[in-house]
């Protein structure tokens, strides 16, 4: 697989683009003036995209494509983005899973200002861990993760791994009706059950799309839930697939076994070995097609399965001294005072508190405060009938212990919380800062599911 270090964007690449007339500047042309300043150029604006065939879907893009342009770097590189908004509201972009200094974690007052129309934004940060990530704003984020704005961001190992060929699958299900117009990204009633879910499943922004493989290789299938809401019950019925890495850590290779749940912002490598030529497999949700995946001839030898991808290097929690924090997330069920005054509605909180979106103090108000290079245990306990996926910004936590479950520990940014379920996590608080921690459901998250957690 070839990577090219410097990749510019140049032209309307990616998804259909139709009818652009009375649209005002919808540029993605951008060569960098001074090259050795960034890596890449990533421009959010509209873009009009045919995902319902003969309708136009006003989404917005990055690079020129919802999802968002694949983003790759290597691992212990730099990666240095110039992100330019030429969207008509404020927008920043959250590095999902990276571990990287605060500055450049893309939430509005605490790490960086919104980054205004007109504006650009200088990311730079190390990749310490190989593995698939992703970005997406944290601003509006119903409505800006709704309309496209989610994209894979791909580090590859230090040393080359044992695969050959790979794809990267971005799951998306679109807020949109027959016509291709947006529904609502967040109603109320759904805010306060399982989530406002979309009704347009896509691989790619494609519907169903058919993909194919080469026959007879081992394929590294990078499957991201860049979903809003959705919880995506993977299956592959009739194939070899094998587990090698969650949420972008490697685990010891496992076959993929009937289902797979991928919540909201987590995501899940896999090694698939393609069977013979003229073969289909079927991708699903559940038992809803997702995509065909056709095996097409090839003339490279018969691939095998390839080594365990080799560990990233995070601090391992030492749960001998561990201090142990609670956090609990359960449903509130109230309107906030000024909900009837177009503020926020309140339905969940974490430990008796609701976050409020449109509070820009609320992350003075850590719910733990964290000692630098500690290592804790979080028990989090769901009270609610609802899953919730939770993610922590800034560092990596493994999973030690469910009740509801046997656990194998694994490294991950994201844990899907089961309805009812009680799970412990731990980690080394070894990066200063004020991360969010959150529910992935982003109408969860935006009705009360937040909470900033403190080290220093
Ligand atoms: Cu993908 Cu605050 O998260
Ligand atoms: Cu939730």
């Known amino acids: 697989m070839s990577f090219t270090r410097r990749q510019i964007l140049t032209g309307l690449a990616g998804l259909g683009v139709v009818g652009l007339a009375g649209s005002g500047a919808r540029y993605w042309l951008g060569r960098p003036a001074d090259i050795t300043t960034h890596d890449y150029e990533l421009i959010a604006a509209p873009l009009d995209v045919e995902l319902v065939p003969g309708h136009v879907t006003p989404a917005w893009a990055y690079g020129g494509q919802a999802p968002g342009l694949e983003l790759r770097g290597r691992q212990g590189d730099w990666l240095r983005v110039r992100f330019i908004n030429n969207l008509p509201e404020p927008t920043t972009i959250h590095w999902h899973g990276i571990r990287l200094p605060l500055e450049m974690d893309g939430v509005p007052y605490v790490s960086q200002l919104p980054v205004l129309p007109g504006e650009f934004f200088d990311y730079r940060f190390q990749l310490h861990d190989a593995g698939s990530f992703w970005y997406h704003p944290h601003t509006s984020s119903a409505a800006q993760l709704g309309r496209g704005l989610v994209g894979p961001l791909i580090v590859e190992e230090r040393e080359p791994s044992g695969f050959r060929h790979e794809r990267t699958l971005n799951l998306k299900s679109w807020h949109v009706d027959k016509q291709g117009a947006f529904t609502k990204f967040s109603v109320p009633r759904e805010a306060a059950r399982g989530g406002t879910p979309g009704v347009l ?213 994201t844990y899907l919380l089961g309805k009812n379920e009680t799970a412990r996590i731990a980690l080394v608080a070894d990066n200063p800062g004020v991360w969010m921690f959150h529910c992935h459901v982003i109408d969860h998250m935006e009705t009360g599911l937040m909470a900033a957690i403190e080290v220093v």
């Open 201 to 413: 499943s896509t691989v790619n922004g494609t519907h169903a799309p058919t993909l194919d493989l080469p026959a007879g290789q081992v394929v590294r299938l990078r499957l991201l839930n860049l979903d809003n809401t959705l919880t995506y019950r993977l299956n592959l019925p009739d194939s070899e697939a094998r587990i090698y890495a969650l949420d972008g850590h490697p685990v010891a290779p496992m076959p993929l076994g009937k289902e797979y749940w991928l919540g909201p912002g987590m995501r899940i490598d896999l090694a698939l070995k393609v069977p013979e030529a003229g073969t289909e497999l079927s991708l699903r949700n559940g038992p809803l097609r997702l995509a065909t995946l056709r095996s097409v001839a090839h003339d490279e030898v018969a691939g095998d399965w390839p080594p365990a991808l080799p560990a990233n290097p995070v601090a391992e929690p030492d749960l001998q001294r561990a201090e142990t924090l609670r956090f609990n997330f359960e449903w509130a069920g109230t309107l906030s005072t000024d909900a009837a005054q177009g503020g926020a509605y309140t339905f969940w909180q974490i430990n008796g508190e609701a976050w409020d979106i449109n509070d820009k103090t609320c992350a003075d108000r850590p719910i733990a405060t964290l000692k630098k290079d500690g290592h804790y245990i979080f028990e989090l306990r769901n009270l609610s009938q609802y899953q919730h996926p939770i993610h922590l910004h800034g560092m990596t936590f493994k999973v030690i212990s469910s009740n509801r479950r046997k656990i194998d520990p694994w490294f991950t940014d």
